[in-house]
């Protein structure tokens, strides 16, 4: 099937994409979106989703039209209708017509992963253009994978907008007045994400087990344990993650041990728990280190630990009793990185 996909924004296609091609199809993507205002908010969305589609290796189609003054006219006599009057109609028949024109077989939109938009009336918009033009409508409610695409975006580091797209979406963002209801069709419903705190532990002990997921050795553990301090990434009150962080001397800490609980891995938490401690320890001191295995370098360099300092040799061989695997890779020297705390 050859499909043209109507993309609002790189983290919205991110589960789409991943979906549809568990099903064997390959989209190509399509940009147009004169909806979204200002102009450097309209940049920051398409540039993300050109740079996102390349690391995918995804197709991209980009039809550039920043058209805020158009939007503005054919919206201002009914302002809270806009989005199902004008907005998702201009950009879904453009998307049809070029779907038409260019031989494609079918069009499907990311708009349908957000519970935030008016799921039905979308559908019904996509049906009513399916018709006119004589193309099929490949309907998917993506919702479900809403927040795991959302979770990989952050995990990716993608810029991730704030309000829907318009000048009066922004508005409602700060004034609190956004009629667009979480969407519940066919009983469906977003749950709200439990917030998540960084606490500081004084029942190191406790954690034992946990810690030694990371570093095999309870000896090790407590030649640093004592005298660091814990702190525990959870959400509510499930524990997700932990921290171990060494005081080196007045300017200079060291992460010791860092881990997150089994069904909890890969999905950025322990990249969260470290921004976190890094921006609290700032304040004070001016650097972090850590000490690690080639493996995980790369995971370290993007958390800003980019200054590399030294390696101890044969470090694994000489304090483990065990031979020390990680992944595929036997572990034999210990390579240290620095992150300057006060680089912005």
Known sequence: MKLLMHTCCAPCSIYCIDSLRGEGIEPVLYWFNPNIHPYMEYKARRDTLIEYSKLINAQLIINENYGLREFCKNVSDDIDNRCTNYCYLVRLEETVKYAKENGYDAFTSTLFVSPYQKHDELKRICEELSKKYDIEFLYRDFRPGFREGQNKARELELYMQKY?????????????????QTSNTNGYEIPKEPRMQVKKIENKEDYIDL????????DMIHKYLNDSDVYALKKEDELISIAVILHIDRKTLELKNIVT??????KGYAKTLLKSLCGNYKQKYDRMLVGTTEN???????????????????????????????????????????KDLKKK
Not at 165 to 171: K, N, T
């Open 164 to 180: 829907c797209g318009c000048v009066f979406s922004e508005e409602m963002r700060y004034y609190n007045r956004n009629s667009i």
């Open 211 to 218: 810690l030694l997921e990371a570093d095999p050795s309870k």
């Open 261 to 266: 609980k089994e069904n909890f891995r890969n």
């Open 296 to 338: 995980n370098i790369p995971f370290y360099v993007k958390q800003g630990f980019d200054k590399y300092e030294k390696t101890i040799k044969n470090f694994f061989i000489d304090n483990y009793k065990e031979e020390i695997k990680d992944g595929e890779l036997t572990c034999t020297d210990l390579i240290y990185y620095s």
